[in-house]
C-alpha cells in the first residue's frame, strides 16, 4: 500500500522567515494535494500537481511536484502568524486521498 | 455554499454506547469520504461511497463500525458498541473526483 511522509514532523519558524515542508511517497504520486488545518476545524485545500515537475503558488506558498512524481515540497515565503497551522500533503490512489502524518507549524513575532 | 456539515461538533459519551454521527455533503458531489484523525495515526480514510455507494470499506477498524448513505444528501457513521479507544475526531468530505472538501469534524469522547 502506498504511504506518504512528511518531514519535518514539527517547526517553529520566526515571523519573516522562509519555510520548507516535505512529502515523500513510496510509490508515483497520480495526483498530490495539500492541506492545511487549524485547531479544531477541517482541513482547508491548498493545491493540486498532478505532473511531473509542476509547480503552483497560492500568495506566499509555492509547491512542487518533482519529475518522478514521488516527492513534492511546499514553501512559505515571508511566513505570517496566519500561516500557523498543520500541514498536510495527500495523495489520490487514484479515488480516495490517503494523507500524510502532517507538519505542525508554529510562527512566532 | 454552506459546505459540509457534520453532527454533532462535540460528542461524550460512557462506554457501551451506540454514537450516530451525521454529515451533509456539498449539494451535487458524488463522492463522500469518512476519516478520522488521532494524534498517535493522523488521519486514516475509514470508508468511502461513489453515487451512495459503499465502494471502499477497508479501512473500518472492526464490526462495532458501520456507514451508511441513503441518498444523495445524508450519511451516518454508526459505532456501536463504543470503547475508549474511539475516541478520536470524526471527519467527512465531499468531492466531484478531485480535491476533498472537508467538514468541521465530530471531536468523540468515549468515558
Known amino acids: 500500500s502506498q504511504e506518504l511522509e512528511q518531514s519535518p514532523q514539527s517547526l517553529i519558524v520566526q515571523e519573516g522567515k522562509n519555510l520548507t515542508i516535505n512529502c515523500t511517497s513510496s510509490?508515483?504520486?497520480?495526483?498530490l494535494y495539500w492541506y492545511k488545518q487549524k485547531y479544531g476545524e477541517g482541513l482547508i485545500f491548498l493545491m493540486m500537481?498532478?505532473?511531473?515537475?509542476e509547480e503552483k503558488s497560492h500568495e506566499k506558498i509555492t509547491a512542487k511536484l518533482d519529475e518522478k512524481k514521488q516527492q513534492s515540497s511546499l514553501h512559505i515565503t515571508a511566513s505570517q502568524p496566519s500561516h500557523a497551522g498543520i500541514y498536510l500533503c495527500g495523495a489520490g490512489v487514484p479515488d480516495k486521498l490517503i494523507f500524510g502524518t502532517g507538519t505542525r507549524l508554529q510562527v512566532f513575532p | 455554499d454552506a459546505g459540509v456539515i457534520q453532527s454533532p461538533r462535540h460528542e461524550v459519551t460512557e462506554m457501551g454506547q451506540e454514537v450516530t454521527l451525521r454529515c451533509k455533503p456539498i449539494s451535487g458531489h458524488d463522492y463522500l469520504f469518512w476519516y478520522r484523525q488521532t494524534m498517535m495515526r493522523g488521519l486514516e480514510l475509514l470508508i468511502y461511497?461513489?453515487?451512495?455507494?459503499?465502494?471502499?470499506d477497508s479501512g473500518m477498524p472492526e464490526d462495532r463500525f458501520s456507514a451508511k448513505m441513503p441518498n444523495a444528501s445524508f450519511s451516518t457513521l454508526k459505532i456501536q458498541p463504543s470503547e475508549p479507544r474511539d475516541s478520536a475526531v470524526y471527519f467527512c468530505?465531499?468531492?466531484?473526483?478531485?480535491?476533498?472538501?472537508f467538514g468541521n469534524g465530530t471531536r468523540l469522547t468515549v468515558t
Open positions: 510509490k508515483t504520486l497520480y495526483g
Open positions: 461511497f461513489n453515487n451512495n455507494v459503499p465502494i471502499d
Open positions: 500537481l498532478q505532473k511531473g515537475g
Open positions: 468530505a465531499s468531492s466531484l473526483g478531485g480535491p476533498l472538501h
